[in-house]
Nanobody, 125 residues
Framework: QVQLVESGGGLVQAGGSLSLSCAAS????????MGWFRQAPGKERAFVAAISWDAGNIYYAVSVKGRFTISRDNAKNTVYLQMNSLKPDDTAVYYC??????????????????WGQGTQVTVSS
């Protein structure tokens, strides 16, 4: 069992930056690939970024590539999402998720087993 807790959300103006963190419980963090997803009102939960257990593979949604950076610190059981050049379309609840490191890194939310409660990110125009 892995428990995930996101933090760092908030309100920011367009063009600004925010840094999200996701802290995982337990000593098995390195057994999991980690992903960030987001859900805007009235829309389905969408993939944002993913990072393999050893940070050797990283994958971004086209809409955030070049603006967002995912990273992880296995010693701190934490995954991060640095978000720059934010746009109003980035407004959503952001969730981190953990998936089995034995599976290929991917954007399919069904491949992720554990989820955090989410943190709200609001970008004003």
């Amino acid at each position: 069992q892995v428990q995930l807790v996101e933090s760092g959300g908030g309100l920011v103006q367009a063009g600004g930056s925010l840094s999200l963190s996701c802290a995982a419980s337990g000593r098995t963090f390195r057994r999991y690939n980690m992903g960030w997803f987001r859900q805007a009102p009235g829309k389905e939960r969408a993939f944002v970024a993913a990072i393999s257990w050893d940070a050797g593979n990283i994958y971004y949604a086209v809409s955030v590539k070049g603006r967002f950076t995912i990273s992880r610190d296995n010693a701190k059981n934490t995954v991060y999402l640095q978000m720059n050049s934010l746009k109003p379309d980035d407004t959503a609840v952001y969730y981190c998720a953990a998936g089995d490191a034995g599976m290929p890194l991917n954007a399919d939310r069904n491949e992720y087993v554990y989820w955090g409660q989410g943190t709200q990110v609001t970008v004003s125009s």
